[in-house]
């Protein structure tokens, strides 16, 4: 049953988001277990990703590096010179979520559909672990919001569910051994069962946002969406000619499906009631992209593997 749900991640992710919307009393019962899951889903990438990739990605951090920044820093500078154009409701979501890291399923997302599950795991991380630094300056800078970082508190989240999850996936490698890989097909039927809880769970009360101002929540779904597709295109194509099309495609995965969560999670009672909308409704584009990407990974995925002058 979990090698079969396996399969069929990338069409039944959506349904998550379905059951959070007509469900909305199991939505409300699962929101408090949000970071458990987010926990969950780092372990379930240590877990699904050999750490001889993760060394091998390590190994030439420039292109981590790279990319980390462009994400944390590059792109909210330019959606913020384009916020001008956008109402406020929608500038100031536009721009928490172009200063966000890439969600933590990223590297899950990326090894379901056949792209770099390393690279986007260590760059996942990487931005993850710089997020502290980078967001509340820039935010102050950019003019929006003040956020309310304890940069030395969320690090030390941080540090507890990636360095947790690295440690205990280290563990359970070295008890089981090969039958970690042997048994990789149910590893990714168990992420999706926590994709699937996790996508109910962030459902939770947008049922009352939509009818209590249903064009301003369309808008922002629909702005959720554009963003997502917009910066996922700018970045495979910037990077297509040097990277091939598997890194390219990777890149696109990391840089338009953001950590909204953990943005909401450093304003606390600081995020504009916009923004707390937007996190639940910028949620479809992420359950969609393994179901319009994988087409995308099968045609390219294989192309750049033998490439030999692809970034690695």
């Known amino acids: 049953m979990l090698a079969w749900l396996n399969r069929q991640a990338p069409r039944a992710l959506p349904f998550g ?8 009393d199991l939505a409300a019962l699962l929101r408090p277990g949000v970071t458990p899951l987010i926990f969950l889903l780092t372990l379930a990438s240590f877990l699904r990703i050999e750490w001889r990739e993760i060394v091998a990605a390590m190994a030439r951090p420039l292109p981590v590096i790279a990319t980390a920044v462009a994400i944390l820093c590059v792109c909210p500078l330019v959606i913020a010179a384009l916020s001008g154009l956008l109402p406020s409701w929608l500038a100031i979501p536009l721009v928490l979520q172009a200063a966000a890291p890439p969600i933590g399923s990223a590297p899950v997302m990326a090894v379901m559909i056949g792209l770099d599950g390393a690279f986007a795991l260590v760059t996942t991380v990487l931005a993850t672990a710089l997020v502290p630094m980078t967001l509340p300056p820039l935010i102050e800078m950019l003019g929006g919001v003040r956020v309310a970082f304890d940069a ?45 809880l996790f996508a109910v769970a962030i459902m939770d009360g947008v049922v009352a946002m ?6 301003q929540v369309a808008g922002l779904a629909l702005g959720g969406v554009m963003a997502a597709v917009a910066w996922g295109t700018l970045a495979a194509l910037l990077c297509w000619r040097w990277c091939g099309g598997r890194r390219a495609l990777t890149l696109a995965l990391l840089t338009g499906n953001r950590n909204l969560g953990l943005v909401l999670a450093g304003l606390g009672a600081a995020a504009p009631a916009d923004y707390l909308v937007y996190v639940a409704v910028a949620q479809l584009p992420i359950y969609l992209v393994p179901l319009a990407m994988q087409p995308l990974a099968r045609r390219w995925g294989s192309v750049v593997a033998s490439k030999p002058n692809s970034v690695d």
């Open 210 to 215: 939509a009818l209590a101002n249903p064009w």
């Open 152 to 196: 030395l508190a969320m690090g030390v989240r941080l540090a507890a569910v990636i360095g947790g999850a690295a440690l205990l996936a280290w563990g359970i490698k070295r008890l089981m051994g090969a039958r970690v890989q042997r048994h990789a097909a149910e590893v990714g039927g168990l992420t999706v069962v926590v994709m699937l």
């Open 17 to 24: 988001l379905v059951v959070g919307v007509v469900w909305q």
